[in-house]
Nanobody
């Protein structure tokens, strides 16, 4: 119970698109703030986007205008639509759930296993 499972990662060319999904098993997550983070090899895990219970969204400057986060509480699922992908977006992407609408990974309690996104040049 309480698992977050990411899917939708893969290998795409620069300029392409991917949609990541994060499904919660065994629970509803309508009361949680949901976030996406990513981690490239040798780098710290960084904030990408978050969405609150009322649907308020916030993005890192590096993805603003290209990525869109959304949620379907009835399906216990959060999405990350990624357009105009760049090689710099290559990373393992993690879904997370927490109680505070922040950009700090330490404020999130539950994490998925991650899904690899690779953008070729």
């Amino acid at each position: 119970q309480g698992q977050l499972v990411e899917s939708g990662g893969g290998l795409v060319q620069a300029g392409g698109s991917l949609r990541l999904s994060c499904a919660a098993s065994g629970r509803t997550f309508s009361s949680y703030v949901m976030g996406w983070f990513r981690q490239a090899p040798g780098k710290e895990r960084e904030f990408v986007a978050r969405i609150s219970r009322p649907g308020n969204t916030y993005y890192s400057e590096s993805v603003k205008g290209r990525f869109t986060i959304s949620r379907d509480n009835a399906k216990n699922t959060v999405y990350l639509q990624m357009n105009s992908l760049k090689p710099e977006d290559t990373a393992v992407y993690y879904c997370a759930a927490g109680n505070l609408a922040t950009t700090n990974k330490g404020d999130y309690t539950y994490w998925g296993q991650g899904t690899q996104v690779t953008v070729s040049s």
